[in-house]
């Protein structure tokens, strides 16, 4: 069984569209600036991936995130030929900080905030007539959780389209924490290197429209409006408790054999892996050994990359927007290579790793990573559409 990946929307630091981020890792461009609007003589790091989108320099905005999810989801909507998607069709939003940081100038006197503004609801529905709307909040798995429960949705019989999105700003309460616990403070986000001193964080949002396989068909020479990005072939959740912060490399492992059996697909039917690729000590190594472990028979087995050096973490909807490069990665046959990535840890040294520049080829099935505090882990494997 698949569902189909009908329409796309996202933005963050390196773009506003699925295509322009692609290109964008693909050129090995960073969104990594100099904070904005925080005080960095308060704090070690002194940058972040933020959205480039306010209106005055040095002067922060509430609802981003709300802004940001309201955009993306017309985006996606308007790609799958669903300008007007009804009351009915499902909204399962990801989301780590939700609108923390709105709550934050709320209690500075700096922006007003209305208990409204703390569900997605309200935006969306005034937006596009959505009101069907569900926050989940499993940390860096969040979106990805979401796309598995819209599978569920769909074969249910409870829905026919179901729109999964992922949405987070940077707050400073959380920008401030991750500076105390990381020290010295990276400079950049290099998944997999011996040189990676940990995360930084990003924002953005990401948007898909899943619908019942069938519906739809992809014309000669490429997708049209309307047809399809791609398939959701399967979907696999765990939550192994096995650390609170650090993962489980066993219950990774197990997250990826059950997106496997749902998707009814074998190592060697896998192309390419977009990791989660945090870039901190525990979670890169983490990722290694499930994956060595899990293509360990697989010949050549696939290659393997990450985002989050050109795009930074953007939390709930960190998965989601591996997905959707993922499948512009098999449409455009071109793969960006890992950020920063110069000398590999041992623990990949079994792993194809691309590094240096985009690798190019005719892909066709991915699986893609979301990695999250407390062994939230979620694995989705997705069938793409070559242009």
């Known amino acids: 069984?698949?569902?189909?990946?009908?329409?796309?929307?996202?933005?963050?630091?390196?773009?506003?569209?699925?295509?322009?981020?692609?290109?964008?890792?693909?050129?090995?461009?960073?969104?990594?600036?100099?904070?904005?609007?925080?005080d960095a003589a308060k704090y070690r790091a002194g940058a972040a991936y933020e959205v480039p989108d306010r209106a005055r320099p040095g002067v922060d905005e509430p609802l981003r995130a709300t802004r940001w999810l309201v955009r993306v989801v017309g985006d996606a909507l308007a790609d799958a030929g669903l300008p007007e998607p009804g009351p009915e069709v499902p909204v399962l939003v990801g989301t780590t900080h939700r609108e923390m940081r709105t709550a934050e100038l709320w209690w500075r006197r700096a922006a007003p905030l209305s208990p409204a503004d703390l569900h997605f609801t309200s935006a969306l529905r005034s937006a596009f007539g959505l009101s069907d709307v569900h926050t989940i909040a499993s940390a860096c798995a969040a979106s990805l959780y979401g796309l598995g429960m819209a599978t569920d949705l769909i074969d249910l019989g409870q829905a026919d389209t179901v729109v999964v999105a992922g949405t987070d700003a940077i707050p400073e309460s959380s920008f401030g924490g991750f500076d105390r616990i990381q020290f010295p403070p990276p400079d950049t986000i290099r998944a997999f290197d011996r040189s990676r001193r940990g995360m930084i964080m990003g924002e953005g949002a990401v948007a898909v429209v899943v619908r019942r396989a069938g519906a739809h068909s992809v014309r000669a020479g490429g997708r049209a409006r309307g047809g399809i990005h791609g398939r959701v072939l399967g979907v696999g959740m765990n939550c192994d408790a096995s650390h609170p912060t650090a993962p489980d490399a066993a219950g990774v492992v197990r997250a990826i054999e059950d997106a496997h059996d749902r998707a009814s697909v074998s190592p060697d039917d896998i192309d390419l892996v977009i990791v989660h690729g945090s870039g901190t000590p525990q979670s890169d190594l983490a990722e290694a050994v499930a994956l060595t472990e899990v293509f360990k028979a697989a010949d050549p087995g696939p290659l393997v990359t990450a985002v989050k050096g050109g795009t930074g973490h953007i939390s709930g909807g960190a998965g989601l927007l591996n997905l959707v490069v993922a499948l512009e990665a098999v449409r455009t046959r071109t793969l960006p290579a890992i950020g920063g990535l110069t000398d590999p840890v041992e623990e990949a040294a079994d792993l194809r790793l691309v590094s240096g520049g985009p690798a190019t080829g005719t892909f066709r099935t991915a699986q893609v990573h979301a990695v999250g505090m407390g062994g939230i882990n979620a694995v989705a494997i997705v069938e793409g559409v070559v242009a």
């Open 1 to 38: 069984m698949s569902w189909e990946i009908t329409g796309m929307g996202a933005v963050c630091a390196l773009g506003d569209s699925v295509a322009a981020i692609h290109r964008a890792l693909c050129a090995g461009r960073s969104g990594l600036a100099p904070v904005r609007v925080f």
